[in-house]
């Protein structure tokens, strides 16, 4: 599988961080990459870094946000918008580098969640 960088999905997700204020969020510490030839049936993937990596290393978290090029980029902007909210929606309010599961019990990933979001973002 190929990867590039991909600054305009970064340009997405910093502009993303500011309008929701998710200010929990290091936007130095999340990258964006676009691949191509993925086996995956997803549009996007959200990688984190593991706790042990901070802990033996002394490594801050950081996280990966993969689009997959032969599906995301034929989405409709909106539905762009809706899938890069979806994988943010993944990162804890603790920023360590864990991912949060699409239900748990204070939180809900889902489309109903990511509709209210939208709506909040087009006041």
């Known amino acids: 599988m190929k990867y590039s960088k991909a600054p305009d999905i970064q340009q997405k997700i910093d502009q993303l961080i500011d309008q929701l204020n998710l200010d929990y969020i290091q936007g130095k510490n999340i990258h964006c990459i676009r691949s191509f030839d993925a086996k995956t049936r997803a549009y996007a993937r959200i990688w984190g870094m593991a706790k042990l990596f901070k802990e033996v290393a002394g490594l801050e978290p950081h996280y990966i946000i993969e689009v997959n090029a032969k599906r995301f980029d034929k989405l409709n902007p909106r539905e762009q918008l809706k899938t890069l909210i979806h ?18 019990r204070y939180h809900r990933i889902n489309d109903q969640e990511i509709e209210k979001i939208i709506k909040s973002l087009e006041i």
């Open 87 to 104: 994988e943010l929606m993944h990162i804890p309010k603790t920023f360590s580098g864990a991912l949060l599961p699409h239900r748990g």
